[in-house]
C-alpha cells in the first residue's frame, strides 16, 4: 500500500463527515483540474471550534487529510486553529507519499478559509464569492509561470528546458538540485 | 477474502505452461545466441521458435519479428525509428490523440529534433477521426501512428480504414497493438499496417517480453545500437527465456483466443450492462460495441478514482483508474480529455479489463459490494451535494 497505516484508518473511517446547514464559516478549496476539492463547515462558540464538517472529493490522501484536519481542529481556539500547517498535518498523520502532499496543503487551507469567512461575517464585510480557479488544462512553468502545453520540453517564455521530476513528474527544470513542487532533492550517485 | 484481478490492461498473469517454456532457458539452457557452441545453437533455435510462433498469430512472416523488451521500446523504436529513416523525405508525423504515452512521449522527443507532430482528434467514443486523418495528409507526412485498441476506454480503431488512405500515399502506418493483442484476432495482411508493436505481458506471457513487426522492406533506424542481433535492427544479448515465454503465450493465443474472447466478453457484458443499472450516475466510456471483449470502463460521477480504487482493493478486487490522482504526473487522463469529457468527469474513471478466470460470480460480487461503496463517497462529496442542490431548486 502505498499509504501508511494512519493515512488509510483515517481513509477507510473518516471522522466529521457532512454538511452543515446552520454552519458559522465554510472555506472551500480546490477544483476537478488538480483532481481533489474540499468544504469545510465550522460552529463556533466561545472563540473555539465546536464543531466541525467536511466534504472531500478527492483520493485516499485527500480524504484522510480533511478527516485529520478537522480532528486537530475541533475543540481549538480560532488562532490556535489558524496555526494548524500543512507539515503538521502530514506529520501527524504518519507522512504522505511526494507526490501527494499537495493534498495535505488543501486540508488546512480549507479549515483557514472558513476560520476566515466567519471572522469576516463577524466583522460585517461583505461575504465574497467563493474563489474557484479557472478550470483549464494549462500547466504553467514553474520558474516564470508562463505557460506551457502538456508534452512541451521546455518553456517558451523564460526559454527553461525541463525534464520529469524523479518524484512526481511534474516539469523541472533539466539538472536542477530540488523539485520546485514536491520538495525531492536529486540524489547524484 | 478471495482476490479477483480485474487489471488485465496493467498486466495479465503468467500462464503456467508458459512459465514451464521458460524454465529451461533460465536454468540449463544459458547459452548466449550469437555463440556458434552448441549451448548458443540451443538458445537461437529457441528464439527462431518464438519467432515463427509470434508471426503466425498476427499472419507476419517470422522475419518481420523483431523482439524488445516492452510495449513501450517497440512504441518508441517504431516511431523515432521509422520517422528518422525517412527524414529526407519529409518531417511531419500524425499520431492520434489517444496513444500511449510512449508513443505521445516519442513524437514530443522528435519535434524538439525539427519534426512537425499532428494529433488526429476522436470523438466522444474516442474513435479517430478519418476525415482529419485524411485531408492533414502532405507531401511532407513521414509517419503516421494509431493504435489498435485504447486500454483506458477499450475503443478499437477503425485501423483498416486508416491503412487504405495511407496506402493511397504510399506511407508508413503503425499500429500500437500492445493493448489488442491476445483479446482480438490482429492480422496485419487484413489490417494492412507496415509495423505494429505486441507486448507479451498483455495476453499472459512474462514481463520483458515484446516484439515490433515491421514490414518486409521497410526502412528502420534502430534504437540501440551495437551487435548484429535481430538482424542489426536491435542489439544487445537477446532474453532468451523471455522470448521463449512470448512464442509460447503467442501460441497458446493464436489456439485458444477464440474462446477465451467469447468466454469473457460473456461476462464482461454482465458488468458492462449491471453497473449502470445498478448505480446511478455511471456512464460507459469508450465506445459501446467496437470495444475489447474484456473491457469495461465507467466514470462514476461525483466520485474520485482513487479513492474507489483503493476501496475496491481492500475488497479483493483490482482495477485502473484515468484519474489525476493515481496518476504520480497528478494529471487527468489525456484520452478521456481528448474524447471531451470534462475534468469532474475524467477524475471519477474506472477500468475493469478482465482476465481469464474471471467469472459470473465475481461481477456478482462486485455488483453487491460496489454500491454501498459508492454512497459512502458520494455522501462524502461536495460534487454530489452541489448536485443533489441545484436538483431541488
Known amino acids: 500500500m502505498i499509504y501508511s497505516d494512519k493515512v488509510m484508518d483515517h481513509f477507510q473511517n473518516p471522522r466529521n463527515v457532512g454538511v452543515m446547514k446552520d454552519a458559522d464559516g465554510v472555506g472551500q478549496v480546490g477544483n476537478p483540474v488538480c483532481g481533489d476539492m474540499m468544504t469545510f463547515y465550522i460552529k463556533v462558540k466561545d472563540n473555539r471550534i465546536d464543531d466541525v464538517k467536511f466534504q472531500t472529493f478527492g483520493c485516499g490522501a485527500a480524504i484522510a487529510v480533511s478527516s485529520m484536519v478537522s480532528e486537530m481542529a475541533l475543540g481549538k481556539t480560532l488562532d490556535e486553529a489558524m496555526k494548524i500547517t500543512n507539515d503538521d498535518v502530514a506529520e501527524e498523520l504518519g507522512g504522505l507519499p511526494k507526490n501527494k502532499h499537495h493534498c495535505s496543503n488543501l486540508g488546512a487551507d480549507a479549515l483557514h478559509k472558513a476560520i476566515e469567512d466567519y471572522r469576516e461575517k463577524l466583522t460585517g464585510k461583505v461575504k465574497k464569492e467563493p474563489d474557484i480557479p479557472e478550470v483549464s488544462d494549462q500547466i504553467s512553468c514553474p520558474y516564470c509561470e508562463g505557460p506551457v502545453e502538456g508534452m512541451e520540453a521546455y518553456c517558451k517564455k523564460c526559454q527553461v528546458e525541463f525534464e520529469e521530476c524523479w518524484e512526481c513528474s511534474q516539469p523541472i527544470k533539466k539538472d536542477t538540485e530540488e523539485c520546485p513542487h514536491c520538495g525531492a532533492t536529486r540524489v547524484r550517485v | ?393
Not at chain 2, 498473469?13 to 532457458?25: A, C, L, Q, Y
Not at chain 2, 538458445?43 to 522475419?63: G, K
Not at chain 2, 525509428?81 to 512521449?105: C, D, F, P, T
Not at chain 2, 482493493?313 to 483508474?321: N, T, W
Open chain 2, 1 to 393: 477474502m478471495k482476490k479477483r484481478y480485474m487489471d488485465h490492461i496493467a498486466a495479465t498473469p503468467m500462464d503456467p505452461r508458459v512459465f514451464e517454456s521458460m524454465v529451461p532457458f533460465l536454468k540449463e539452457h544459458f547459452g548466449n545466441p550469437q555463440s556458434l557452441h552448441s549451448w548458443g545453437q540451443e538458445s537461437i533455435e529457441a528464439l527462431e521458435t518464438a519467432r515463427q510462433q509470434v508471426a503466425q498469430l498476427i499472419n507476419a512472416q517470422p522475419e518481420e519479428i523483431f523482439f524488445t523488451s516492452s510495449g513501450s521500446e517497440s512504441n518508441n523504436m517504431a516511431v523515432k525509428g521509422l520517422a528518422e529513416a525517412k527524414r529526407k523525405q519529409g518531417n511531419h508525423i500524425l499520431v492520434s490523440a489517444v496513444e500511449h504515452q510512449s508513443i505521445l512521449h516519442s513524437a514530443k522527443k522528435l519535434e524538439k529534433m525539427g519534426f512537425e507532430v499532428e494529433q488526429i482528434p476522436v470523438d466522444e467514443y474516442g474513435l479517430i477521426d478519418l476525415a482529419y486523418l485524411k485531408k492533414s495528409l502532405t507531401d511532407k507526412t513521414v509517419l503516421v501512428s494509431i493504435m489498435l485498441a485504447n486500454s483506458e476506454v477499450g475503443t478499437i480503431e477503425p485501423i483498416e480504414q486508416a491503412a487504405e488512405i495511407c496506402r493511397e500515399k504510399d506511407l508508413v502506418l503503425h499500429t500500437d497493438a500492445v493493448a489488442a493483442l491476445g483479446s482480438i484476432e490482429v492480422d496485419v495482411e487484413k489490417l494492412g499496417v507496415t509495423a505494429l508493436s505486441l507486448a507479451g505481458d498483455q495476453f499472459y506471457g512474462p514481463k520483458g517480453s515484446a516484439a515490433l513487426y515491421i514490414k518486409k522492406g521497410t526502412r528502420i533506424v534502430p534504437l540501440i545500437d551495437g551487435g548484429i542481433q535481430e538482424s542489426g535492427r536491435r542489439a544487445g544479448t537477446e532474453n532468451t527465456a523471455a522470448i521463449v515465454g512470448l512464442g509460447k503465450a503467442a501460441e497458446l493465443a493464436k489456439s485458444e483466443m477464440p474462446e477465451r474472447s467469447k468466454k469473457v466478453k460473456a461476462v464482461r457484458d454482465l458488468l458492462l450492462k449491471g453497473l449502470p443499472d445498478k448505480i446511478e450516475h455511471v456512464v460507459v466510456t469508450g465506445h459501446p460495441e467496437k470495444r475489447l471483449p474484456h473491457h469495461a470502463s465507467f466514470c462514476v460521477e461525483f466520485v474520485e478514482g482513487e479513492s474507489m480504487l483503493l476501496n475496491l482493493d481492500m475488497l479483493g478486487i483490482a482495477v485502473s483508474s484515468g484519474s489525476a490522482c493515481t496518476s504520480k504526473a497528478l494529471k487527468a487522463s489525456h484520452v478521456l480529455i481528448a474524447m471531451g469529457l470534462d475534468h469532474a468527469l475524467a477524475q471519477s474513471s474506472l477500468v475493469f479489463s478482465l482476465i481469464e478466470e474471471t467469472s459470473k460470480e465475481d461481477i456478482d460480487y462486485l455488483l453487491d459490494v460496489f454500491p454501498p461503496v459508492i454512497e459512502r463517497l458520494r455522501k462524502m462529496s461536495p460534487l454530489y451535494s452541489q448536485y443533489l442542490e441545484e436538483k431541488q431548486k
